[in-house]
């Protein structure tokens, strides 16, 4: 993060704008929208600005711009079409302690102003650190088309409300639950709608009620192979309800930066033979924190029920009476295969695919490999990174052929994701040329030959 968002009161103070064209009318507007007395330094004014000024708004001085003139203001924005005059006002601006913006000149900034959605009371800011201003107005356009305009309504009748409500429920938990119900429900709807004929009384029924409106319970979320764009909206909203999240090595890291800021974070591990807590721990985990009133969220790579031991994670609640909800994600297999650009079944070359983990509970391997070694089938190894020399020497000595195509796909979806093709012969060599590293997929069958003709994502295709 190249810059640290923050808003900034400016009602009745000071501030400096030096430039008197079109785009220093732009930034005027925002800083009286914004409740600042302004002083705009310039020879000559833009009709906006002028008619400010002559209606006493704006105070005006008629002049190029020297340093004697900064003053003590509580920002500064340079608007002019002069980069030496901009740099000058920058200079002095930063040698006095003063944020100071330069329109379209990062470098000269300290600070950026970005696109703005405005519903106040609730403001929404986008920015690209200053270097694609246009992209920011993209953005804003679509947001300003998301974000119906009752949600400043919305944001006024939760301001003029939250002293009661923090009177009432004095624990941040709860309070933040109850706001949660609210904000999402039929009164928020009315509110929206400008329908509040009887919004006060319910909103006094609401705080009167005996619910429980924080419980303990746990989330069993997939969050699906890597790439954030695959989550789900279940998903998303959940990772912002809860209260910690337990998380483990197959998460992508970008997938955490999705939940709540304030959740607690607890790492698990899961990297194979070198738990950071073994799957007992967790579960017992889990069922103390819910115990304690908090909502849990377990984070899993890909799908909680292919590979995630989510059974046995639900089962340990179940026996507690834990309340639970599992929310299926994008398994691994599917994400892998289609970014890898190896359709898992083909007519011509597979008309079954079968998912398969490469190690067992207690650590031994020991497939079913006459269901394995089909003709006509996919195999998909989950977890098989470590044993990858043993399980295509498996194969080969179960009856398929040593030229048989196979892949193996390391971070699927994500930015860093690398595919290597090859054969069940050479594919553990090439493995350990490249350092392939777990997360990864080993992918057997014919329709591994397609990878190279139909893959779209592999920005650094390797192996061969």
Known sequence: MDYFPIFMKLQGEACLLVGGGEVAVRKARLLREAGARLTVIAPELAPELAAWVKAGEVEHIAAPFHPDM???????????????VNRQVADCAKAAGIPVNVVDDPELSGFITPAIIDRSPMVIAVST???????????????????????GALARFAGDWRDRVKARFTQVDERRAFWEAVLQGPL??????????????????????DARWHEGCVYLVGAGPGNPDLLTFRALRLMQQAD???????VAPELLELVR???????????????ALPQDDINSLMVRLAKEGRRVLRLKGGDPFTFGRGGEEIDSLAEEGIPFEVVPGITSASGAAAYAGIPLTHRDYAQSVVFVTGHMKDGSFNLDWPALTREQQTVVVYMGLSSIAGLCEGFILHGKAATTPAAIVEWATTARQRTLTGTLADLPALAQEHGIQSPALIIVGEVVQLADRLAWYRRKPVGG
């Open 244 to 250: 910690v999240v337990l998380y483990d090595k197959l």
């Open 70 to 84: 900064l003053g003590c203001p509580r920002l500064v924005i340079a608007a002019t079409q002069l980069r030496e």
């Open 129 to 151: 650190g200053g270097k694609v201003p246009v992209l920011a107005r993209l953005m804003r356009a679509r947001l300003e088309s998301l974000i119906p305009a009752g949600y």
């Open 188 to 209: 928020a709807e009315a509110v929206m709608a400008g329908s509040d004929a009887r919004v006060a009384s319910d909103m006094d029924a609401l705080l009167a009620s």
């Open 261 to 275: 800021r304030d959740a607690e974070r607890i790492y698990v591990g899961k990297a194979r033979a070198d738990h």
